[in-house]
T-cell receptor
Framework: SQTIHQWPATLVQPVGSPLSLECTVEGTSNPNLYWYRQAAGRGLQLLFYSVGIGQISSEVPQNLSASRPQDRQFILSSKKLLLSDSGFYLC????????????FGPGTRLTVT | GIQVEQSPPDLILQEGANSTLRCNFSDSVNNLQWFHQNPWGQLINLFYIPSGTKQNGRLSATTVATERYSLLYISSSQTTDSGVYFCAVDPSGANSKLTFGKGITLSVRP
């Protein structure tokens, strides 16, 4: 069966510091991968998605970036965090193809101080 | 782009009550999913239901694709049903990503 991992689970970072969040998927090949952000009490905002290694689509302009160095690895980064980057970051995967059924990881709660 | 509206935005129930959550979408869709976000933030897949009816225990869902809506039924609600329920759709002709509704916050009181 497929599993999705995210780490760290929680993170407190000062403004201006760098960020690296990692997501890995096991038990499937060539998945679509997604990064979402959820502000407190709000809905889900799609940040990036990837349909293959090195293929990244950005949904929202911001100081974040994403990379997919391996088939089942998705990384969210920032060079300098802003206070507004605080939130709950969720990674998700789906199989490629017409049945777009997404599965979410446990999330990373980021607080920028 | 496609619009996804969920109603009601908030719902308070007494334990044991039944409820119906609604998701309307503005265009035809290839896929539709219902998720439950528990109080710890975990998003749990409830149903993949682009059309038809499915049941899983006390929960069931119906999607009428031709009329562009989906319903999630919760029977005999329990406190563990509390959280936020999201509907998400994949528009026909679009690729690779879901559009989410704003969610319905459900509180079940003992």
């Amino acid at each position: 069966s497929q599993t999705i991992h995210q780490w760290p689970a929680t993170l407190v970072q000062p403004v201006g510091s760098p960020l690296s969040l990692e997501c890995t998927v096991e038990g499937t090949s060539n998945p679509n991968l997604y990064w979402y952000r959820q502000a407190a009490g709000r809905g889900l905002q799609l940040l990036f998605y990837s349909v293959g290694i090195g293929q990244i689509s950005s949904e929202v302009p911001q100081n974040l970036s994403a990379s997919r160095p391996q088939d089942r690895q998705f990384i969210l980064s920032s060079k300098k965090l802003l206070l507004s980057d605080s939130g709950f970051y969720l990674c998700a995967w789906s199989t490629a193809g017409p049945r777009l059924e997404q599965y979410f990881g446990p999330g990373t709660r980021l607080t920028v101080t | 782009g496609i619009q996804v509206e969920q109603s009601p935005p908030d719902l308070i129930l007494q334990e044991g009550a039944n409820s119906t959550l609604r998701c309307n979408f503005s265009d035809s869709v290839n896929n539709l999913q219902w998720f439950h976000q528990n109080p710890w933030g975990q998003l749990i897949n409830l149903f993949y239901i682009p059309s038809g009816t499915k049941q899983n225990g006390r929960l069931s869902a119906t999607t009428v694709a031709t009329e562009r809506y989906s319903l999630l039924y919760i029977s005999s609600s329990q406190t563990t049903d509390s959280g936020v329920y999201f509907c998400a759709v994949d528009p026909s002709g679009a690729n690779s990503k879901l559009t989410f509704g704003k969610g319905i916050t459900l509180s079940v009181r003992p």
